[in-house]
């Protein structure tokens, strides 16, 4: 089993709609938690950063972890064409390695 | 800044030729990442540097594969011979402590094995 696991898609939504992105991990000791976003035939960019459990939002985004359930979601609401790209979620046990465990990465296109 | 700068961006060789990717991270930063991303699984990290010093090199795949770090300015990896299973994307990351869990990724190097 993977330690990071996350549904490749792909996803194709209208513009506007709400999107929920999701990955689900196994390492109890992952505490801080990412999401990036990737444009076609570029490097993955920071989009969301959270610590610990709870919900971070920042205008459109909005980011949840559930460390109970080792569960954690992007949500999009009305999203744009230029939200279209891939979504990787990222995981660490922070301390001194630091070491960033990737999901495979959703994609997603928004349909105009 | 400029960035992570990898070159080549692009790369075709064919079987058994040596592959040399190179990378400079943002200045300043103390940590460089090497990762390569395929399809079917993903970002994967080979290797880690901090200061200079090869921390976790587990994620090298097998011993055609070394990465170097002569100073805090530059990065190789290199694939000595190359295979064809060996065509992905190589990404060079770096971050420092300022950054906290942040890093911070090139371009890319596109490579195809033929």
């Known amino acids: 089993q993977k330690e990071v696991e996350q549904d490749p898609g792909p996803l194709s939504v209208p513009e506007g709609a709400i999107v929920s992105l999701n990955c689900t991990y196994s390492?109890?000791?992952?505490?801080?938690f990412m999401w990036y976003r990737q444009y076609s035939r570029k490097g993955p960019e920071l989009l969301m950063y959270t610590y610990s459990s709870g919900n971070k939002e920042d205008g459109r985004f909005t980011a949840q972890v559930d460390k109970s359930s080792k569960y954690i979601s992007l949500f999009i609401r009305d999203s744009q064409p230029s939200d279209s790209a891939t979504y990787l979620c990222?995981?660490?046990?922070?301390?001194?390695?630091?070491?960033?465990?990737f999901g495979t990465g959703t994609l997603l296109a928004v349909q105009p | 800044d400029a960035g992570v700068i990898q070159s080549p961006r692009h790369e075709v060789t064919e079987m058994g030729q040596e592959v040399t990717l190179r990378c400079k991270p943002i200045?300043?930063?103390?940590?460089l990442f090497w990762y390569r991303q395929t399809m079917m699984r993903g970002l994967e990290l080979l290797i880690y540097?901090?200061?200079?010093?090869?921390?976790?090199d587990s994620g090298m795949p097998e011993d055609r594969f070394s990465a170097k770090m002569p100073n805090a300015s530059f990065s190789t990896l290199k694939i000595q011979p190359s295979e064809p299973r060996d065509s992905a994307v190589y990404f060079c990351a770096s971050r420092s402590a300022g950054t906290g869990n942040t890093i911070y990724f090139g371009e890319g190097s596109w490579l195809t094995v033929v």
């Open positions: 390492n109890s000791a992952f505490q801080y």
């Open positions: 990222a995981m660490s046990a922070g301390g001194a390695t630091n070491k960033l465990i």
């Open positions: 200045s300043g930063h103390d940590y």
């Open positions: 540097f901090n200061n200079n010093v090869p921390i976790d």
